[in-house]
């Protein structure tokens, strides 16, 4: 990682380089005409010259006019020369930052549900979205243009000391002043540049936040509040960028100044020399004028440049973080499979979200083949964690838990998850048509599996009573459909994958009595012939399962069928008995 106070990390700038190796033919060609713009350039002031002092002073019209023919084409051929040189590193540019979008959202698709737990949303669309823009600078105006810039500040120099070395001098005594200036330009804009991007992530993380929580911001009267807190976010945004510009106004006019010293310095010795007869000509004097502009010219787009490759390196540094993070990598580290209905055992399991905050405590339990387990308990028991910890979202402390004799860690993690079928209370849509969110994309699943998957389990008729049917758009999150209509969806997305494995986590709360009783007949297929684990609040929706068991933190507390907890009058009996008088 580099720091605020190092001008470039090379490191990071040759990694960013090499996802440019693909299109090699065409970054070389984009650096040939970079290069030939920067020689280009100077022959110009050399040309007119010539002209001042061989067909003005002198009146030769044919030969002026030829002259003024040459200058013109040698305009258009540089014309020509930066067109290709745009095209050329904006498309690389553009086509590196594609590039690394891939691989960034590849490897956010591979993370851990930990890492979600601990990094903001916004941050991470920060980091595949505006971060990977900044890249697309350092090929389009960042490293051709400052290698083409550095090398026609070299040639406009040596043109300059071939015309005349004395007014070179001269004009070279304004440069140290201006390297300070640049110096301390370069180090302070760096900085800033990261206090933008740290505070641009700020305010996405914070819009992004409170755009999905609206609805509690504005059930809480909280409007104002939360206007206040944006206000100071945004305000301190608005001042990471104020800052970034006081810089720029302070080192350009002195560029400029230093420029327009060096002109006066060279006006007034070209001139004395020129008085005095010595051998130096008007044309001479014209041509170091317009070499002076030339000289400052790359070097004040050397700062400018510089700036933009670096804020390309703080915005590749960020997203490198992102990548770079393999801790978080969910590492596929088996390659046996789930090949029939299978027996799920937990021995000794200890796991902790927190260091040092155990949430299960030893827990031991076994579920048969095709069986149903009911897990129950207060609030922070640990039923979801379960769950959590059978698909692998988060790793155990200890103990070991099994899938048919089989460490789940030597399970391959695509197959173990192609065998999982997980519904939530809180069902995640997308906003797409019924059919792509039952099917997710999936080629093995046709239109008509979804259409004979919904007869089969009684949701046909609700779906065609909708507008367009399976070609309804549910809007964002299922926003277009009540709570319980996006359980029945998510049933129906369960049953049409016939994964070995159902696991239902408070999925028939919060709904009314004629959507219970949906759910519940599609439960019952759905669950035929597979290992179920149903976490429920609602204890009379668990009456049919196998086994239950009552978890009290992170223990399980009491554990049998529902007749034999009842029988046992004890935490289970009081749960159910609160919930039915």
Partial sequence: MSKSKDILDLNLLKRVILFAKPYKSR??????????????????????????????????????????????????????MQFFYM???????????????????????????????????????TRSISDIETISDIFSQGLLVIIAEFLRLIIVVLVMFYTDWRLTLITLLTIPFLLIATAWFKKNIKISFENVRDEVARLNTFVQEHIVGMKIVQIFNREDAEYNKFYEINKAHQNAHIKSIFYYAVFFPIVEILSASAIALIVWYGGTLISYGENVTIGELTAF?????????????????????????VGSQRVFNVIDNIGELELNSGDKKILKSPKISFNNVYFEYKKNEPVLKGLSFDINRGETLAVVGRTGAGKTSMINIINRFYDIKSGFVKINDKSIYDIDLNNLRENISLINQDVFLFSESIFNNVGLYDNNISKQMIIDGAKEIG?????NSLPSAYEYVIGERGVNLSVGQRQLIAFLRVYVRNSKILILDEATSSIDSKTEQLLQ????????????????????????????????DGKIAESGTHTELIAQKGMYYKMYSSQTT
Wanted: charged residues 15%.
């Fill in 27 to 80: 970054f070389i060609f984009a650096a040939i005409f970079a290069i030939t713009l920067s020689f280009l350039g100077p022959i110009r002031p050399y040309l007119i010259s010539h002209a001042v002092d061989n067909y003005i002073l002198v009146p030769k019209p044919e030969l002026l006019l030829n002259m003024m023919i040459i200058l013109f084409v040698l305009l258009i051929l540089e014309g020509c």
């Fill in 87 to 125: 095209y050329l590193s904006t498309w690389i540019g553009q086509n590196v930052i594609k590039d690394i979008r891939e691989v960034i959202f590849k490897h956010i698709l591979n993370l851990k549900k930990r890492y979600f737990d601990n990094t903001p949303i916004g941050t991470l669309v």
């Fill in 289 to 313: 004028i317009l070499l002076i502009h030339m000289m400052f010219r790359p070097i004040r787009q050397l700062a400018d440049r510089f700036n933009i490759l670096q804020m390309g390196i």
């Fill in 459 to 463: 949701l046909h008729e609700f779906i």
């Fill in 521 to 552: 007949n599609a439960l019952r297929r759905i669950s035929t012939n597979r290992t179920t684990i149903i976490i429920a609040h609602r204890l009379s929706t668990i009456l049919h399962a196998d086994k239950i068991i009552f978890l009290n």
